[in-house]
């Protein structure tokens, strides 16, 4: 099974400072065969389910802000959010799924400082 | 929109099986994968397994020997059996759709159902 480690567990940010989350795979999630890398990130608020933000590492899926941004390759991701907002205030999960089974980060939990 | 929602019973005794229905609407089940994902209570998420329209399966390893899932696509209907339960399974159990075979990242999700393994 293809490991995701993120890291910090937990940050508190200012509202309007940056948030940056990393994300680091056990091998490589990236195919060469078309470019992509199987990365993507969720948004959990409490009570609800988790919420799709970023596939193929860094494409922002529709309607999200885009102070939410992707970046990485290989075995090293970030989700950055650029100016928190207090409606940002959420467990931020990462997952592969370059093969199965695919797999989740344990979470990072972002709180207003 | 396509919406999914959990169904099933809260409380099942350990050793039993768990049933769980998801129905979906809105949308047709007929070209989509579907997966079953669990979060035990502050706890991080397990992938459980995916099927798709035409039956065939994929399951995570840790669980495969007790997970059958089904598709009923005459009822736009999910359904999920994990059997010989314990409390290690007692979680809320969410529904979600991925897009593709290849395409493994789930929008949108159910509400979730908690199930409580307990006697």
């Known amino acids: 099974d293809i490991v995701m480690t993120q890291s910090p567990d937990s940050l508190a940010v200012s509202l309007g400072e940056r948030a940056t989350i990393n994300c680091k795979s056990s091998?490589?999630?990236?195919?060469?065969?078309?470019?992509?890398?199987?990365l993507t990130w969720y948004q959990q608020k409490p009570g609800q389910p988790p919420k799709l933000l970023i596939y193929?590492?860094?494409t922002r899926e529709s309607g999200v802000p885009d102070r939410f941004s992707g970046s990485g390759s290989g075995t090293h991701f970030t989700l950055t959010i650029s100016s928190l907002q207090a409606e940002d205030v959420a467990v931020y999960y990462c997952?592969?799924?370059?093969?199965?089974?695919?797999?989740f980060g344990q979470g990072t939990k972002v709180e207003l400082k | 929109q396509v919406q999914l929602q959990e169904s099933g019973p809260g409380l099942v005794k350990p050793s039993e099986t768990l049933s769980l229905t998801c129905t979906v609407s809105?949308?047709?089940?007929?070209?989509?994968?579907w997966t079953w994902i669990r979060q035990p209570a502050g706890k991080g998420l397990e992938w459980i397994g995916r099927?798709?329209?035409?039956?065939?399966?994929n399951y995570n390893p840790s669980l495969k020997s007790r997970v059958t899932m089904s598709i009923d696509t005459s009822k736009n209907q999910l359904s999920l059996r994990l059997s010989s339960v314990t409390a290690a399974d007692t979680a809320v159990y969410y529904c979600?759709?991925?897009?593709?075979?290849?395409?493994?990242?789930?929008?949108?999700w159910g509400q979730g159902t908690l199930v409580t393994v307990s006697s």
């Open positions: 193929w590492a860094s």
């Open positions: 809105g949308g047709s089940i007929s070209t989509y994968y």
């Open positions: 091998q490589s999630v990236f195919y060469s065969s078309n470019n992509k890398n199987y």
């Open positions: 997952q592969q799924y370059y093969s199965t089974p695919w797999t």
């Open positions: 979600a759709r991925a897009v593709a075979a290849a395409l493994n990242w789930f929008d949108p």
């Open positions: 099927i798709y329209a035409g039956g065939s399966t």
